[in-house]
């Protein structure tokens, strides 16, 4: 069995390095205990800053037992969604996570989710920092605060019945994640809700986990604006769906 994890990233020469060194340490002692394999691919959204060379050369140091580590580039700067949808669908993996260059989940989490999707077949698996304890215990109280009211709007506006939709970590089954992200166009921030509505009219089931947040790197986010782009986003994504067939269900 193969795992992928993918890695948006833009411009992350100053944290690419070690989460590297962190990830593939934490993944190396999980398939050598769990007898499976595993790639990580960076997906580098148009960086000017050199992180996708930073990737290769420090890959290249390494002597890794059970997987690989691998990049691949948008010529342009388009977006996390663009990122993410390019990592996924390039991705081998029978299960297929992705997560924020930062680790700020921590690679406990990234390991306790694949295995869970895996082990209980989960064709998808979200992360929710919503349902469990102390989820936000990594956030500022500000940035805790802002979490939650820009959560708040999005559940009200898109009528999702996922507890914590911008969650950054998320598992896919193959077929479920080639199902979805080859269907998806939305390149900006609000991906992860157009994702998630393609599965619930496809009728893919989607399952949560609990899991917290440990370190957070400064938000790329800004909450007025970036809320009402998101809206925006989110009603774009609606009426485009809404003019489509229904969908089957897989």
């Not at 295995?115 to 805790?144: I, K, M, Q």
């Amino acid at each position: 069995m193969l795992y992928s994890v993918v890695i948006p990233m833009y411009n992350e020469s100053a944290v690419v390095a070690d989460s590297l060194e962190r990830l593939t340490g934490a993944l190396e002692r999980g398939a050598e205990s769990g007898g499976w394999r595993y790639e990580v691919l960076f997906s580098d959204d148009g960086s000017t800053d050199g992180c996708g060379e930073l990737v290769r050369e420090e890959t290249a140091k390494k002597i890794l037992r059970y997987g690989t580590v691998g990049t691949v580039r948008a010529e342009e700067n388009r977006g996390k969604g663009a990122a993410v949808r390019l990592g996924m669908l390039t991705a081998r993996g029978d299960w297929r996570l992705f997560t924020d260059c930062d680790l700020a989940y921590g690679t406990d989490a990234v390991l306790s989710m694949l295995n869970e999707a895996a082990g209980e077949n989960r064709a998808v698996l979200v992360g929710s920092r919503a349902v469990a304890e102390n989820g936000y215990a990594g956030y500022t109280p500000l940035r805790r605060l802002a979490s939650r009211v820009y959560l708040n709007i999005l559940s009200a506006a898109g009528g999702l019945r996922i507890s914590d939709s911008q969650c950054g970590l998320k598992v896919f089954r193959a077929d479920a994640a080639g199902t979805l992200f080859s269907r998806a166009e939305t390149d900006g921030w609000a991906f992860d809700y157009e994702i998630l509505l393609l599965a619930d009219r496809m009728g893919i089931p989607v399952s949560e986990m609990p899991v917290r947040v440990l370190t957070h790197s400064a938000s790329k986010i800004r909450l007025v604006r970036d809320s009402v782009k998101m809206l925006r986003e989110i009603g774009r994504i609606r009426n485009r769906l809404s003019r489509e067939a229904p969908a089957g269900k897989s």
